[in-house]
Every structure is written in C-alpha cells, then in structure tokens.
C-alpha cells in the first residue's frame, strides 16, 4: 500500500488485470476458449472493450498471461531445486511446494485439461511440457532405472490428476490434496532407494 498516488494506481491496475484473467478462466471453463469473446469477458466484468484492450489485446494475451503467473512459481522452484543436494529431503520439499502451487493454479489447470488441443497449438503448451521435464529431472537420480523414472513422472501426475479426479470424489479438499502428496512422495521416495549408487 504505497504512500505514492502512483503505488495505489498500480496496486489497483493489478487488480483489474487479476480480475480479467479470472473472470475469462471462469467464461473459458464454462463454455470453452473457441466459443468465448473479449465482448464477452468485458460485458461480465462490466467494463468497456478499450478497458479490457488497455491490459489485453486478445484471448491468447490473457491465456499466454495465466500460463506466464503459473511458470513463475514453477521456475523458482526448479531453480531453488537446482541448488540444493540431491537428497530425498530436497525432493519431498519438491513436492511439497509443488502441490501448494497447484492448489492455487487449480482452475488454470481445469481449463487445461478441459482445453488440451487449445493449449497445445499455443506455445505455452511446449513450455509447460519442458518445465515438466525439468521438475522430473530433480525428482530421479541421473541413472535411475526405468521404473524409478515412471515412479517419479508417476508423482507428478498423480498430483495433476489428482486435482480433476478427486473433485467428484467426497471428502474435505485439504484431505484430497494431502492424500495426493503422500502418494507421490512414497513414489518419489521408492524411486530415490531404488537407484543404484554410482
């Protein structure tokens, strides 16, 4: 909350672009990316089409912006991972921040499961694929047999699955996502004993 006219006009222009991206994941979730218009996401925001051109000037723009707010996250936590030793300690911590970066990317995840041959033609499919394979990269030793790799892209699906498929399953949402992580974190952490020792 700056003490500066400028700080409180960019705080708030913060939080139009925020909106814009929520308000046109909810429209995209609902009734698909092809069928939605910029009129449209504006018309639900109640704001003009100049005010939503002012921060976007098209569906991409806004979709490309979600995928840039997720990367983010996922960047730092490849590189944190990076830096720190190889040890099954570093890996569960991993997957722990991992699993708390998706339960707040959870309806951009929706929409790409929902979405996958829009989220293939645009580039940020390619990326979100490479960062995957990075994140797995930190999760196997380098001479990891073939079934440790599964067990570690395993973890990492799990946990994206987890996120569609246990929505229609009962129980608290914490529970789910907590159920989720021990799974991954035994498979990750099979696969961390099953490496031969170089």
Not at 11 to 34: H, K
Not at 54 to 78: G, N, W
Request: glycine share 6%; hydrophobic share 35%; proline share 4%.
């Amino acid at each position: 909350m700056g003490g500066t006219m400028d700080g409180t006009k960019r705080q708030r222009r913060g939080d139009t672009r925020q909106r814009i991206q929520d308000v046109a994941l909810e429209l995209f979730s609902e009734q698909g990316y092809e069928k939605t218009s910029l009129r449209e996401i504006a018309e639900r925001l109640d704001v003009t089409k100049a005010a939503l051109y002012y921060h976007f000037k098209t569906k991409e723009d806004i979709l490309i912006s979600l995928f840039q707010d997720l990367s983010r996250p996922m960047d730092e936590l490849i590189e944190w991972g990076r830096q720190q030793p190889r040890t099954l300690e570093t890996k569960h911590e991993i997957l722990h921040r991992y699993s708390d970066a998706l339960a707040e990317a959870a309806p951009l995840f929706r929409f790409m499961q929902e979405n996958q041959a829009t989220v293939r033609e645009l580039r940020t499919g390619e990326d979100f694929k490479d960062r995957m394979m990075r994140m797995i990269d930190l999760l196997k030793e380098p001479d990891a047999d073939l079934k440790d790799q599964v067990r570690c892209i395993s973890a990492l699906f799990s946990m994206h699955a987890g996120m569609f498929v246990l929505r229609d399953v009962e129980g608290d949402p914490e529970d789910k996502r907590k159920a989720v992580l021990e799974v991954a974190i035994d498979l990750v952490t099979q696969a961390h004993g099953g490496a031969t020792p170089p």
